[in-house]
């Protein structure tokens, strides 16, 4: 039962709603402009918005110290 190829595998949209999350993040969208409602959805943006938000820190890794 796990040779199927009909393509549940492929149909998943959590990463591309984590994505969209990520961008509204990265383009300084407020946390409620979430454009989904229900929770599942809602779920993965705000993991994708919060994930972009702790990236960005304000400041290089590197050793350019001199």
């Known amino acids: 039962m796990d040779d199927k190829q009909d393509g549940r595998r492929q149909n998943n949209p959590h990463p591309t709603v984590r994505e969209a999350g990520a961008e509204a993040a990265r383009r300084g969208e407020p946390?409620?402009?979430c454009p989904y409602s229900?929770?599942?959805m809602r779920n993965s943006w705000l993991r994708g918005y919060s994930g972009a938000q702790q990236m960005?820190?304000?400041f290089e890794l590197g050793g350019d110290d001199e």
């Open 31 to 33: 946390v409620y402009s």
């Open 38 to 40: 229900h929770p599942a």
């Open 56 to 58: 960005t820190l304000g």
